[in-house]
């Protein structure tokens, strides 16, 4: 009887800690499930302007390889919306763990409706928030992308640097920048130099609605991921 409370007692440190690994990885995997869905983006300001009506909730939008704030109205042409999710660059992880950041991951949208993949990523010379193949954006900073813990708005390099920029005068659809320097645009040959509109945003994500399809499609996926172990976007 004394040999089997001494064994239990021994083992209680074994087991807790198998449970403590069992949780970590139930935890692990729905962050990772979590990270995996689609979403749409959306759009708010963080200041209130004449602009906030104009602005609250309006989608973002792709277009001739940028990411575009569509704020119209009366819609003349669709176009496809950021369906968006994080994905792990090729060869970035320990880069940027070296260079200091503790999480985050490349960014993936779909870019029409056979699901054909292009990664996010800001324009080096620009700033501009643009997507395209693997080829294109590799000259460029492709991440690392992450969320806000409690709202989890889209952040970029750790922080929310996000601005609206109006490129032609009167336009209902607004670039998206990333300010990286923090100084409105200013660097040479920027926009912020051009006299253009530009107001501060924060990008939310917005769930994609879970219809049939949308259910058909993440079993599609999820199996063809697991047939192509080591799958690249390009």
Sequence with gaps: MVFGIITAVAACPAIV????????G??????????????????????????????????????DNKLWIDIRKDVLEDFWPATA????????????RRAGYALGEGFVTTINAQRFLNWVYV?????????GV???ADPHIV?????????????????EGFLAVQEEDGDEMWALY???????????????????????????????????????????ERLEMREETGKKVT
């Excluded at 800690?17 to 970590?24: K, N, V």
């Excluded at 004449?50 to 792709?62: C, D, H, K, N, P």
């Excluded at 324009?123 to 997507?131: A, F, G, I, P």
């Excluded at 945003?201 to 879970?210: A, D, L, P």
Aim: hydrophobic share 25%; net charge positive; glycine share 6%.
């Design 123 to 131: 324009d080096r010379n620009t700033h501009e928030v643009k997507y």
């Design 178 to 220: 990333f300010d990286c320097e923090d100084d409105g645009l200013t660097g040479e040959d920027q926009i912020g130099h051009r006299d253009k509109r530009m107001l501060e945003v924060e990008v939310c994500r917005k769930e994609v609605r879970r219809d049939r399809d949308a259910a058909i499609n993440e079993r599609a």
């Design 26 to 63: 139930q935890k692990n995997n729905n962050r990772e499930e979590h990270r995996g869905r689609k979403y749409h983006l959306t759009v708010n300001l963080t200041r209130r302007s004449r602009y906030s009506a104009q602005f609250e909730g309006a989608e973002i939008v792709l277009k």
């Design 134 to 136: 693997r080829p294109e």
């Design 143 to 159: 991440g690392p992308w992450d969320c806000t813990k409690i709202e989890r708005r889209l952040t970029f390099q750790g922080w």
């Design 85 to 96: 999710n994080y994905l792990e660059y090729p060869g970035k992880k320990e880069v940027w």
């Design 17 to 24: 800690g198998t449970t403590e690994a069992i949780r970590y």
